[in-house]
């Protein structure tokens, strides 16, 4: 603004500060007010991954996403993520993570415009106004396609820890299922203990009779696109398909045993011992299981008709207070749970809930 008197000298053209703008008084305002004439331009954008995205969503993976634009236009400028149909679902700024967001296509535009953002979730960037003054949508827009892929969790009716007898000529199948929601293709893979693949199968039924005795476990796989981990291969350690996967959370314990009782005498090579009973002097006999298997292993005494009479979990007894008679001692190698009791016949007896 400016103020004077006389006769105003300034012309169009005239640097105010270099000139005299009245042949009397004159003072110019203190401060000025800044207009800047614009075209809001949304230009094209590009993203730091392309103009057509895939990304897998809900994998517990950061899927971070960089937008830039070419507008040279001094409006302001921000990015719009709608739907296939053009619905806003998000206004984001040029750095957004995917996944949260559900599983889909999804189109990212760039929003040149003056005043003030009117745009919100639920509004058509084709048809609703997007700012109480102008604007200017991008040319473009990035396709981002959303796979959402869940590995879920496995079990079995048989629990999550399975002792079978490998081996032992009998079919040893063991059925899976999984927890898993996204309908895409499902695959279970049988590991040994550290994640290397021994097998893996697309159906949810596996004999584990010829797999030999140790302990495995067995993961579901979630994935799209084509396989790319094979036998011999560590699953945390390789890329699993060619898209995208996701591993089960937990995983199925098969314990492959064959259990072998071998052969028990006393710690001096004895097969027969006899003792003094009731004397008053302990009768401590030490037993040594030779050739035995590394399955679980417990002690049973019996009469001489194989009616027993006490389980141990040591390897030693004291037979002082017995009584008299005569009694054998077999050693028991066995996986799952020890099932056989006092009183019942050893030998007619499954033993337990394993091999």
């Not at 008197?5 to 012309?11: F, P, R, V």
């Not at 994935?223 to 560590?234: K, R």
């Not at 199925?252 to 002097?281: E, H």
């Amino acid at each position: 603004g400016v103020s004077y008197t006389g006769n105003l000298l300034a012309q169009v053209g005239d640097v105010i500060d270099e000139i005299t703008l009245s042949d009397a008084c004159y003072s110019l305002s203190t401060n000025y007010i800044e207009v800047i004439r614009d075209s809001p331009n949304g230009d094209v954008i590009v993203s730091n991954q392309g103009d057509n995205v895939d990304i897998c969503i809900s994998d517990g993976q950061e899927d971070i996403i960089a937008f830039i634009t070419g507008s040279f236009s001094f409006a302001q400028y921000t990015f719009v993520i709608t739907t296939e149909f053009n619905e806003i679902v998000e206004i984001i700024d040029n750095v957004h993570d995917f996944e949260d967001l559900p599983a889909g296509s999804c189109r990212v535009w760039g929003l040149s415009y003056t005043g003030h953002l009117t745009a919100q979730p639920g509004d058509f960037v084709d048809f609703d106004p997007l700012s109480d003054d102008c604007y200017d949508l991008s040319n473009n827009y990035i396709l981002i396609n959303k796979t959402f892929v869940d590995g879920g969790t496995v079990f079995s009716p048989s629990g999550d820890e399975i002792f079978i007898c490998a081996g032992d000529g009998s079919p040893d199948f063991v059925g899976f299922f999984n927890s898993s929601s996204s309908g895409n293709d499902y695959r279970y893979l049988i590991t040994d203990e550290d994640g290397t693949l021994l097998d893996m199968v697309g159906f949810n039924l596996y004999n584990f009779e010829d797999s030999g005795p140790g302990v495995c476990r067995v993961y579901g796989l979630d994935l799209t696109g084509i396989l790319t981990v094979f036998v011999g291969d560590n699953i945390f350690d390789t890329e699993l398909s060619s898209e995208c996967y996701e591993l089960s959370s937990d995983f199925i314990t098969i314990n492959r045993d064959i259990p072998d009782g071998g052969t028990l005498a006393t710690d001096d090579g004895q097969t027969s011992v006899i003792v003094t009973v009731n004397d008053g002097n302990p009768d401590v006999i030490n037993f040594v299981a030779t050739d035995a298997s590394n399955s679980k292993y417990r002690y049973v005494i019996t009469d001489e008709n194989n009616t027993v009479l006490d389980i141990l979990d040591e390897p030693f007894a004291d037979f002082e207070g017995a009584g008299e008679g005569v009694c054998r001692v077999w050693g028991v190698a066995y996986t799952g749970g020890l099932t056989v009791d006092g009183g019942e016949d050893l030998l007619a007896s499954s033993l337990a809930t394993g091999c």
